[in-house]
């Protein structure tokens, strides 16, 4: 479903990633996990057809990127980090727009479904600038499934909440990875724990290891929130082959 | 098209912005003011008046009312959803645009009260003040297509507003600078000046060239702000 083949993005001189390459399956929900500035970010916003590659290929759908970003789009739901919305929208009127603009059939049953398995029915004539962060997120994350995606790409989507938020979100992304092919960011173990099949660890802008994850390693409940920066560290206790530059 | 959904939701925010409507009725006060001076000290029934000293006022109204138009997009980080859904840029500046144009005819419409007025007291010329009009939305949808590519330039309202009524006084004066320089140049600089085919509207005058010009200028500066966006994105 994915497939990306020595991706390099500059930002002027200085390249933040550099000669990625993976491939996501179908059904699969793989993590990308690295501390903060390793590059996650920009790679997220790569394959969501937000910034285009300095260089390489990828493919998401058997389309390609460049050329065809507006079918990626189309097809990509996509919960970016701090999920911005517009504040000064209902939640109702929001998840609507949403649909419109991706030209969802039969809208008002669309929106209503995924208010109802986001738990939102009391908040639909909230304004979203008035939400707490955790029902935020959530709406972020209705958002992305409103228009039934057939790939999820989630930016951190535990980043900035409570451990009880966290908690609580967790019920809400774990159906969707049995939904769709999900591609997540994060720089908390415990989401890769959580979710993940697969994992890749990312560094300076590399994809410096691999890793799948057995059933037992995916846990119901979040235990711990991993250091970010231990990436050597958790490297070892996983047993992944790193490359010794990145140690 | 998805231009007319982006549109849809930016004219909604005017909507329940009190600024909009500080700002709408600032508008008529100025107007109306003109018309009764107009009306009572002159005994015209004529709008040109009106029309002459609303677009003035427009240069500063609207890139106050509007400047949030990508600005916003930018500062709380919405642009990033809107851009990773199935919406051009194109769609995205034509949207703006056509939301703030709609509600530029909103804030207008009221005006046609004054014209009732002249009509059920005189006789005023008609074909003269729906020309009148008409050059009030072409010079409205200029000024509001600079305010949209300044929105799109810059990193904060302020410095957008300040872009933007620099820009339309701009072009607002230039046609001056015709007079002082001889030949094509000044020609040309005669030309580029917006007064200079405003006041052909305000006096009745209709004119295919004059049509052209807003809306040249109006298409041609909304394509510059989509490439603007695309290299700031």
Not at chain 1, 126 to 148: E, Y
Not at chain 1, 152 to 164: K, N
Not at chain 2, 55 to 63: M, R
Not at chain 2, 128 to 148: D, E, H, K, N, T
Request: net charge positive.
């Amino acid at each position: 479903m994915i497939e990306i083949e020595n991706i390099t993005k500059h930002f002027g001189n200085k390249a933040v990633i550099q000669n990625v390459n993976f491939k996501v399956e179908k059904g699969e929900t793989v993590g990308l996990y690295g501390q903060t500035g390793a590059g996650k970010t920009t790679l997220i916003r790569v394959l969501t057809a937000y910034m285009f590659p300095s260089s390489g290929k990828l493919t998401i759908l058997g389309y390609n990127i460049l050329s065809h970003s507006h079918e990626i789009r189309r097809r990509v739901g996509y919960l970016p980090q701090g999920v911005s919305l517009y504040g000064d929208m209902t939640v109702e009127n929001y998840l609507t727009f949403v649909a419109r603009l991706h030209r969802v059939n039969d809208r008002h049953r669309r929106v209503c479904q995924v208010i109802e398995e986001f738990q939102l029915s009391r908040h639909t004539k909230t304004l979203i600038g008035k939400l707490p962060l955790d029902l935020h997120r959530r709406v972020g994350l209705a958002q992305a499934v409103v228009f039934n995606p057939e790939i999820l790409i989630l930016d951190q989507p535990t980043a900035g909440l409570a451990p009880d938020q966290i908690m609580e979100i967790y019920q809400f992304i774990k159906p969707l990875t049995n939904q769709y092919t999900v591609f997540l960011s994060t720089h908390t173990w415990c989401d890769v724990e959580q979710f993940c099949d697969r994992v890749l660890m990312m560094d300076k802008g590399r994809i410096v290891g691999e890793k799948r994850l057995k059933m037992s390693q995916r846990r119901v409940e979040p235990r711990k929130v991993a250091e970010p920066g231990a990436i050597s560290i958790l490297a070892e206790a996983l047993s992944i082959s790193i490359n010794p530059i990145f140690r | 098209m998805n231009a007319l959904v982006v549109a849809k939701r930016e004219f909604e925010t005017f909507l329940v912005s009190p600024t909009a409507y500080l700002i709408g009725a600032f508008f008529l006060f100025i107007t109306g003011i003109v018309f009764s001076f107009n009306v009572v000290a002159h005994h015209q029934a004529t709008l040109s008046p009106v029309f002459e000293v609303a677009g003035i006022t427009l240069i500063f109204f609207i890139p106050i009312l509007m400047n949030h138009l990508l600005v916003r997009e930018f500062q709380r980080g919405t642009l990033e959803l809107l851009m990773t859904s199935p919406v051009a840029l194109w769609e995205i500046v034509l949207g703006k645009f056509l939301a703030a144009f709609l509600f530029l005819v909103v804030m207008v419409a009221p005006t046609i009260a004054y014209l009732f007025i002249l009509i059920y007291f005189g006789q005023p010329d008609l074909p003269v003040a729906l020309v009148g009009y008409l050059g009030l939305f072409l010079f409205g949808g200029l000024l509001i297509s600079i305010v949209v590519m300044s929105s799109a330039m810059c990193t904060n309202r302020l410095t957008a507003v300040i872009l933007s009524v620099a820009l339309a006084a701009f072009l607002w004066l230039i046609g001056r600078l015709g007079a002082v320089f001889n030949g094509s140049v000044g020609a040309i600089l005669t030309y580029l000046s917006s007064q200079y085919h405003f006041l052909d509207f305000v006096v009745g005058v209709l004119t295919i060239s004059n049509i052209t010009y807003f809306v040249s200028m109006i298409v041609a500066i909304l394509y510059l702000t989509t490439h603007i966006l695309k290299i700031r994105l």
